[in-house]
């Protein structure tokens, strides 16, 4: 009997440790860093997303307004559950890696001016803004240079482009902020010239002169 209450207590022991262990692995995951970490990321896209949805709504009405205004597609959604798979495996291995405070709150700062940003272009321009390229010219589809388009040619790629790096940011997520920083660079890389084809169509010699002394906005791309 009193070999097998020492066993007992020897696995009593080892349970112990490892409810101790297990317990301290979910304060991790779940404790003060993952709840303001997540809860700034899920804020920041339910308000980035919403508000492009009631402004479409608000410049173009609603008949005119498809859920594509919401700018979520599955590319866009499979990247941000790596974005949280990776966020949720650092937190489990490498929880100090998320405990660099002036990272987060460097991301937040630049998340908040990314969206000022975008959000400016998209007032700024009315009507005119779309989120799908036009390649026919519509009447109320106008040239726009001044207020924030006379610092870039695109302000609501570049407002867009710090944002969605910067949530990564947020999160400490680094394998994340270089991902998205290179699949968003592309991506506008890309839709930048093929946009611009059309826009020199529609507005000729006015618009050859406002891209030469206009900076697109986004880096690298002219």
Same mark, same amino acid.
């Given at each position: 009997m009193s070999i097998f209450n020492h066993l007992l207590g020897d696995t009593k022991i080892e349970d112990s440790v490892l409810v101790t262990h297990i317990s301290a692995s979910f304060?991790?995951? @779940?404790?003060?860093?993952?709840?303001?970490?997540? =809860?700034? +990321? &899920?804020?920041?896209?339910?308000? %980035?997303h919403g508000s492009e949805?009631?402004?479409?709504?608000?410049?173009?009405?609603? =008949?005119?307004?498809?859920?594509?205004?919401?700018?979520?597609?599955?590319?866009?959604?499979?990247?941000?559950?790596?974005?949280?798979?990776?966020? %949720?495996i650092e937190i489990s291995l490498f929880p100090a890696l998320k405990e660099y405070w002036w990272v987060t709150n460097l991301g937040l700062a630049l998340v908040l001016i990314g969206e000022l940003i975008r959000k400016i272009a998209i007032i700024t321009a009315g009507r005119a803004f779309t989120h799908v390229i036009k390649i026919y010219h519509e009447e109320h589809h106008k040239l726009i240079t001044h207020g924030v388009y006379s610092f870039v040619r695109h302000p609501g790629?570049?407002?867009? @482009?710090?944002?969605?790096?910067?949530?990564?940011? +947020?999160?400490?997520?680094?394998?994340?902020? *270089?991902? &998205?920083?290179?699949?968003?660079?592309?991506?506008?890389?890309?839709? *930048? $010239?093929?946009?611009?084809?059309?826009?020199?169509? %529609? &507005?000729?010699?006015?618009?050859?002169?406002?891209?030469?002394?206009? $900076?697109?906005?986004?880096? @690298?791309?002219?």
């Open positions: 304060s991790e995951i @779940f404790g003060y860093t993952t709840c303001r970490q997540l =809860s700034q +990321m &899920f804020l920041a896209i339910i308000f %980035f949805y009631i402004l479409a709504v608000a410049f173009h009405g609603k =008949s005119n307004v498809t859920l594509k205004s919401l700018l979520i597609s599955k590319n866009y959604l499979l990247a941000m559950i790596l974005s949280l798979l990776e966020y %949720f790629y570049t407002g867009f @482009f710090i944002w969605s790096v910067s949530t990564q940011i +947020m999160l400490c997520n680094p394998i994340s902020t *270089i991902a &998205f920083a290179v699949v968003v660079w592309s991506f506008f890389a890309d839709r *930048i $010239p093929y946009e611009e084809f059309f826009l020199r169509q %529609f &507005f000729g010699s006015q618009y050859e002169e406002y891209a030469q002394r206009t $900076p697109s906005g986004i880096p @690298f791309v002219k």
